[in-house]
C-alpha cells in the first residue's frame, strides 16, 4: 500500500500607410466556447502604485516574534527564511523582499507523510473565528479583508497498488481564505490564508497584500477585444489552455492583477478574469485566465 499526496484569423491595423499584424489566433481558439455575456464596463479605472516594501533582518525578526518564533535567519534571493528549530515539529517563517509578503508554515502538520484518521477541522463559522483571532494575534490582520471562501486546502489519498480509486481520503487542512476590492473592483492574484489543521490548529498561513496608492486613471478596452485577445493565448501569464480539450467560459469579470509574491511590482493594473469549465482527459475541472484590460496608445491610434 503506498500513501500519495494530492496535492483562425488575423488582427491587422492600418498605421501610416502599413499594415501590422499583431498577432494571428492560437492554434487552441477553437476549444473555446462562451456560455456568458459580455459584461457593461467603465470607459476608464484608477491606476494604481505599489508602495515599495522595505524589508531587513531587524524587521523579519519583529514579524517572527509576533509568531512566537526565534532562531537563525537566512536570506537568498531576497527571501529571508526563519526556522525555528526549537519547535516540535519545526516551524518556518518566510518574508518575501520584492512584495512584503509573509509565509508562516508548519511543514509537518500542513503537508504531513502520513495521514491514517480524519483529521477534527472545524466547521466553516469556528474555522473563520479563529483565522481572525490569529491575525488580530500577529498582527496580520487587513481592515479591507473579507472571507471569499471556507475550504479544504489538503487532501490526503491512500491507493492500493493496481487500485483504480482510493481506499481512503481524508481532508487534512481548511483555508479560510480573504480577498479585497480597490476602487470597487476585485483583485486576482492576492494571497491571504490562514491554513487550519487537526484540532482547529493554525498550521499556515500565507499573504502577498500589497499596499497601494491611486496614481491617476487608466483607459479600459471592452470585454470583446479581451475575449479576442483569449483566443489568440495573448494573456497576463502563460496561456494553459493548450493542456484543455475544451473551454467553456461562464464568467466575465474586470479587476486589478496583482503579481505573486515573488515579482517587483510597480503598478497595479486592470485586467478581465474569463473563467468556467475546462475538460482535459475527459475530467472538468475549474478554468480561470487573466487578459489585460488596459488600452494602449496603439489601440486608441488604430
Same mark, same amino acid.
Given at each position: 500500500?503506498?500513501?500519495?499526496?494530492? #496535492?483562425? %484569423?488575423? !488582427?491587422?491595423?492600418?498605421? +501610416?500607410?502599413? @499594415?501590422?499584424?499583431?498577432?494571428? &489566433? /492560437?492554434?487552441?481558439?477553437?476549444?473555446?466556447?462562451?456560455?456568458?455575456?459580455?459584461?457593461?464596463?467603465?470607459?476608464?479605472?484608477?491606476?494604481?502604485?505599489? #508602495?515599495? %516594501?522595505? !524589508?531587513?533582518?531587524?524587521? +523579519?525578526?519583529? @514579524?517572527?516574534?509576533?509568531?512566537? &518564533? /526565534?532562531?537563525?535567519?537566512?536570506?537568498?534571493?531576497?527571501?529571508?527564511?526563519?526556522?525555528?528549530?526549537?519547535?516540535?515539529?519545526?516551524?518556518?517563517?518566510? #518574508?518575501? %523582499?520584492?512584495?512584503?509578503?509573509?509565509?508562516?508554515?508548519?511543514?509537518?502538520?500542513?503537508?504531513?507523510?502520513?495521514?491514517?484518521?480524519?483529521?477534527?477541522?472545524?466547521?466553516?463559522?469556528?474555522?473563520?473565528?479563529?483565522?481572525?483571532?490569529?491575525?488580530?494575534?500577529?498582527?496580520? %490582520?487587513?481592515?479591507?479583508?473579507?472571507?471569499?471562501?471556507?475550504?479544504?486546502?489538503?487532501?490526503?489519498?491512500?491507493?492500493?497498488?493496481?487500485?483504480?480509486?482510493?481506499?481512503?481520503?481524508?481532508?487534512?487542512?481548511?483555508?479560510?481564505?480573504?480577498?479585497?476590492?480597490?476602487?470597487?473592483?476585485?483583485?486576482?492574484?492576492?494571497?491571504?490564508?490562514?491554513?487550519?489543521?487537526?484540532?482547529?490548529?493554525?498550521?499556515?498561513?500565507?499573504?502577498?497584500?500589497?499596499?497601494?496608492?491611486?496614481?491617476?486613471?487608466?483607459?479600459?478596452?471592452?470585454?470583446?477585444?479581451?475575449?479576442?485577445?483569449?483566443?489568440?493565448?495573448?494573456?497576463?501569464?502563460?496561456?494553459?489552455?493548450?493542456?484543455?480539450?475544451?473551454?467553456?467560459?461562464?464568467?466575465?469579470?474586470?479587476?486589478?492583477?496583482?503579481?505573486?509574491?515573488?515579482?517587483?511590482?510597480?503598478?497595479?493594473?486592470?485586467?478581465?478574469?474569463?473563467?468556467?469549465?475546462?475538460?482535459?482527459?475527459?475530467?472538468?475541472?475549474?478554468?480561470?485566465?487573466?487578459?489585460?484590460?488596459?488600452?494602449?496608445?496603439?489601440?486608441?491610434?488604430?
Amino acid at each position: 500500500m503506498k500513501s500519495n499526496l494530492v #496535492v483562425g %484569423a488575423f !488582427v491587422l491595423a492600418i498605421a +501610416v500607410g502599413c @499594415i501590422l499584424i499583431l498577432n494571428p &489566433l /492560437s492554434a487552441d481558439a477553437d476549444k473555446f466556447s462562451l456560455a456568458a455575456e459580455f459584461p457593461e464596463t467603465p470607459n476608464s479605472c484608477t491606476l494604481y502604485r505599489a #508602495v515599495p %516594501a522595505t !524589508v531587513t533582518g531587524e524587521e +523579519v525578526r519583529g @514579524i517572527a516574534g509576533r509568531f512566537g &518564533l /526565534s532562531g537563525e535567519l537566512s536570506e537568498k534571493s531576497r527571501e529571508f527564511r526563519l526556522v525555528d528549530t526549537s519547535k516540535d515539529p519545526e516551524e518556518w517563517l518566510s #518574508v518575501y %523582499a520584492h512584495s512584503g509578503a509573509v509565509a508562516y508554515h508548519i511543514p509537518d502538520r500542513e503537508l504531513p507523510a502520513e495521514v491514517t484518521r480524519q483529521p477534527d477541522l472545524p466547521a466553516d463559522a469556528e474555522a473563520e473565528e479563529i483565522a481572525r483571532a490569529f491575525l488580530a494575534k500577529t498582527g496580520m %490582520a487587513s481592515p479591507d479583508a473579507r472571507v471569499v471562501e471556507i475550504a479544504v486546502n489538503q487532501r490526503h489519498e491512500v491507493w492500493s497498488s493496481g487500485g483504480d480509486e482510493p481506499e481512503a481520503s481524508y481532508d487534512v487542512t481548511v483555508a479560510v481564505r480573504f480577498g479585497r476590492s480597490l476602487d470597487g473592483l476585485p483583485v486576482y492574484g492576492d494571497e491571504f490564508a490562514v491554513i487550519l489543521g487537526d484540532g482547529g490548529d493554525v498550521v499556515g498561513l500565507v499573504k502577498t497584500w500589497r499596499e497601494v496608492e491611486p496614481e491617476g486613471s487608466v483607459a479600459v478596452r471592452s470585454p470583446e477585444e479581451a475575449y479576442a485577445d483569449l483566443l489568440a493565448s495573448r494573456t497576463v501569464g502563460p496561456s494553459g489552455s493548450a493542456a484543455y480539450d475544451r473551454v467553456t467560459i461562464e464568467n466575465i469579470s474586470l479587476g486589478y492583477w496583482m503579481e505573486p509574491r515573488g515579482v517587483v511590482q510597480d503598478t497595479v493594473r486592470p485586467v478581465y478574469a474569463f473563467s468556467g469549465t475546462a475538460v482535459r482527459d475527459g475530467a472538468s475541472e475549474p478554468y480561470v485566465e487573466y487578459v489585460s484590460a488596459e488600452r494602449d496608445a496603439l489601440e486608441d491610434e488604430a
